[in-house]
């Protein structure tokens, strides 16, 4: 999207067996994405806004339900007529299957 970003992530297990927290995953993700996109854009400085949101998808029903939501993200915004034509969206190839 032109003024945000869905992301639906599986946390990773820490060496000591204990979960990433999403703040933690969300600090290093706009991290590394705000450096990257910085470097293509030959700019510097802040990049993304301090505000997120967050929250626990607990079943298979409410991650189909999740993950629907994201990728008509851009349909229902009028930016395409269906969800493949956004360039920014990906859905690992087996989640349909």
Do not use: C
């Amino acid at each position: 999207m032109p003024n945000h970003v869905h992301v639906l992530i599986l946390p990773i297990i820490n060496h000591n067996d204990t979960i990433f927290s999403p703040a933690r995953i969300l600090f290093t993700w706009k991290r590394f994405t705000t450096k990257a996109i910085n470097k293509t854009l030959n700019r510097k400085g802040a990049l993304w806004q301090k505000e997120n949101y967050d929250r626990m998808v607990r079943d298979e029903k409410e991650l189909y339900n999740t993950i629907n939501y994201i990728i008509q993200n851009p349909v229902k915004a009028g930016l395409v007529s269906q969800w493949e034509d956004w360039a920014g969206t990906y859905v690992r190839p087996d989640f349909f299957s």
